[in-house]
T-cell receptor, first 111, second 112 residues
Framework: GQNIDQPTEMTATEGAIVQINCTYQ??????LFWYQQHAGEAPTFLSY????GLEEKGRFSSFLSRSKGYSYLLLKELQMKDSASYLC????????????FGRGTSLIVHP | NAGVTQTPKFRVLKTGQSMTLLCAQD?????MYWYRQDPGMGLRLIHY???????AKGEVPDGYNVSRLKKQNFLLGLESAAPSQTSVYFC???????????FGPGTRLTVT
């Protein structure tokens, strides 16, 4: 079976840095997605990593290590609006880019 | 440009009733997907389509049927609703050259 693990919940302080980890054990791997989902809303795309290393997009960065089956999402200069669920998903399907989602990490940012 | 829209936003069904959820996208995307999201379970793929007239099963297809008669629409049908189908249903679409999926706002379905 496919196993994608993330912490269920994390809390952090406004202005701080938080790292959300994701580990995966899957039959096949073509890339890893991160999505953000605010409560009661649709998921929105954050990043897609195929190669090992860190990719930065403004306050958000995503890291991938294929050999270790590990990724993390790094959020800097946290804002209250960053309180949301962060969904890690693995692309098992190659060119169809169909994500298989983990259960998500609920991030609570407090003042 | 509305993106991805879903109809209805909320629905309550009795066990055994049928209904159809409509997903529409105006981005000329080839790929469309139906997911369900349950507490503690994450998003799970029900069915998907790689183009007009084509459909394929995802991870949890039982109890659902789909149709893609027009490129812009993807319908999800429940022939005989069960309480286990109480969930939030999300539709998504993707362009051929993209890997990003664009999600609709969701349909909250309760089956009593």
């Amino acid at each position: 079976g496919q196993n994608i693990d993330q912490p269920t919940e994390m809390t952090a302080t406004e202005g701080a840095i938080v790292q959300i980890n994701c580990t995966y054990q899957t039959s096949g791997f073509n890339g890893l997605f991160w999505y953000q989902q605010h409560a009661g809303e649709a998921p929105t795309f954050l990043s897609y990593n195929v190669l090992d290393g860190l990719e930065e997009k403004g306050r958000f960065s995503s890291f991938l290590s294929r050999s270790k089956g590990y990724s993390y999402l790094l959020l800097k200069e946290l804002q209250m609006k960053d309180s949301a669920s962060y969904l890690c998903a693995v692309n098992l399907s190659g060119g169809s880019y169909i994500p298989t989602f983990g259960r998500g990490t609920s991030l609570i940012v407090h003042p | 440009n509305a993106g991805v829209t879903q109809t209805p936003k909320f629905r309550v069904l009795k066990t055994g009733q049928s209904m159809t959820l409509l997903c529409a996208q105006d981005m000329n995307h080839e790929y469309m997907y139906w997911y369900r999201q349950d507490p503690g379970m994450g998003l799970r793929l029900i069915h998907y389509s790689v183009g007009e007239g084509t459909t394929a099963k995802g991870e949890v297809p039982d109890g659902y049927n789909v149709s893609r008669l027009k490129k812009q629409n993807f319908l999800l049908g429940l022939e005989s609703a069960a309480p286990s189908q109480t969930s939030v249903y999300f539709c998504a679409s993707r362009g051929t050259a993209d890997y990003e999926q664009y999600f609709g706002p969701g349909t909250r379905l309760t089956v009593t």
